[in-house]
């Protein structure tokens, strides 16, 4: 881990005005709607109105988007290389600089909420629910941090949100695919079919978990060691993308200012 | 000066031990999801040998028909998905919590059934189906729980989840209850009764609960708080609402000159009778006219006491009521002393037409034994003799 590339990552974030104003948003949009939610209905006072987790996706995004492109765009990946910095510690530097930035906005974000919730209805403030909010946010972070990492280091400038679009287009495609062969007359019946519904179900499974790899940390507290599967799954997750942007990024040849 | 004798790694260097830990990881992890996905032996022995702590003494649904009868506590029907995140966590916090053990153990008789959510062939698990047919179990709705007085196990969800006692249904405003909106009855079942409440997790709706079903979960605390509703469910007499009921000795007394009498046959439970007490016993209208107009007498039947039911059996037989509730008018000045009876119960403007109606005077009635009213339409089905004369 090398803490200048970390720094330099946070410092090139802040110098970027569209983000920051994006991250504004998303920190306020959800204190507005539960404001507007807390004068419609009484009930919500006593409720914790706390964003779901996966909003710590949004966060991830905006701190990781093109986080190693833009330095290819820009070619001053070839200055950093120069530097006696390995791309093993490059790699896992900007990996945990993202998912770090992103955790810490995502909690940020969840204690602001928790605090005026607790503020309406005090014994909320000691609700576990919020902590294993938290916990899950803080794994979001990182695991989509890796995702997009590796994104990253594939295409140059922001071009990983266009292969992050066509991942979604794709699993649009196969949940699609899988329920037309659900649902047609007499899909099911065939063999082929039936092992075509059992391939593109493991498959879309697979893309739904890197798209939004949440671990139920509330479940594994509540000892429910089924979901060490799924613990496993984001373990898988992050090895393997990092090992793979490690991978790519070593067999390119970075040249000064190449776009 | 010396050089450094540590190993220096070059920029490109290769993680070797980083790919093998991950090519290790993806391999069980594609291994695992194609196990689950084909639901493969293997994978099922594995998961058993995981921790879940079984503290309920479950019964099968034959085993809980039979002792609910001689406890006389009510049976509590849990349905849960095998592959079901929610209903996993479901059974890991409340199912596992000693304290809700203990509850559910003293309280109720528990059945369990767990199916597998994504089973291509549901049709094939008999129990399930017995759950949505009867008992009105949504899809996808894991998990479900449904509580069953012990009384009222062979009656249908509709019934079940009826209720006419204002307190079960936590009613706490009579203004409402008394609205003379015709577009908004008051509702009497889980779904749109007074005590229905949606989960909500972190904002979203997770599931919906009545008193006496809940599906979806969101925390312990809401399924204990569902739990001490569901032990009082049906145990609290349905309401009598606003009407000056007589006493029904004095039935058989002959008051001439006197306010016709109304006579209400209604069951202790059961949707439609609790709609019809919820509604006409209730509502300003109807309750205005009854008791100005008539000397109302209600005669309810009990379905757990024969010996309190023997006036109710005389009167349904005398005037052959086939359904429940009715209302019979017996008014001696009008109709040409014509009873008329009203089979079961629509609306509360419906039966305040039929009410009205009774009270009118026609010059050209002629003198029959009953009328009968379905609906609030004549009903011309009753057989000659029965209520109709031949020339009617």
Known sequence: ?259 | MQPSKSKNKGTRYQPVALYVVASLLFCTSVTIGISLEYDLPWINQVIALLPTPHLIHWRTRTEAWAECQKTKKPILYVVTGKKDSVSMLFEAQCMGDPKIAELIDSEFIPVHHTTDVRSRHPEKDEELKYYRDTLGMGYNSYPWVFVVPYSMHDLSANDLTSSANLVELGINSLDDLCSDNPFYPNANYYDGGYNYRQHYVNGRCSGQRGAAMSYGYTSKADFLDFLYGARIWHKLPPTLGRIKWMDIANLDVNTKGGKPKMLALVSDVGLNSDTMRMNLFWKKKSVELINKEFDPYLIEFHRLDPDYNKKFKALRDQYHVDTLPALIVLNPRTNGGTTQVEHGFNTMLYSVDFLNSTLHKKSSDKKVDAVHYRNGVRDETVPLGVGRDEND
């Open chain 1, 1 to 259: 881990m090398n803490r200048a590339v970390c720094i330099t990552t946070w410092r090139e974030f802040k110098s970027n005005k569209i983000r920051l104003i994006m991250l504004f948003l998303l920190f306020v949009a959800p204190l507005f709607q539960y404001t507007v939610q807390r004068c419609q209905s009484p009930e919500s006072m006593t409720q914790d109105l706390i964003t779901p987790s996966g909003v710590a996706i949004a966060y991830a995004l905006l701190w990781g988007a093109g986080v190693i492109g833009r330095e290819m765009q820009h070619g001053t990946i070839s200055l950093v290389l120069a530097r006696p910095i390995s791309i093993v510690s490059y790699v896992l530097s900007k990996w945990f600089a993202v998912g770090l930035a992103a955790s810490v906005c995502a909690f940020q974000a969840l204690l602001v909420e928790h605090l005026i919730s607790a503020v309406f209805c005090p014994s909320l403030a000691f609700d576990p629910e919020f902590l294993v909010n938290g916990a899950e946010r803080v794994l979001i972070c990182f695991g989509t941090a890796a995702f997009l990492t590796f994104l990253s280091s594939l295409v140059s400038g922001l071009k990983d949100l266009a292969l992050l679009a066509g991942l979604l287009f794709l699993h649009s495609i196969s949940s699609a695919a899988i329920q037309i062969l659900e649902y047609f007359p007499g899909g099911r019946s065939g063999n082929m079919a039936e092992q075509a519904i059992h391939i593109g179900t493991v498959f879309a499974q697979g893309i739904v978990f890197v798209l939004y790899p949440c671990v139920p940390v509330g479940y594994l507290i509540a000892g429910n060691y089924n979901e060490i599967i799924s613990l496993l799954s984001y373990a898988t997750m992050i090895t393997v993308f990092l090992s793979l942007s490690i991978f790519v990024l070593t067999r390119k040849e970075f040249s000064y200012a190449a776009e």
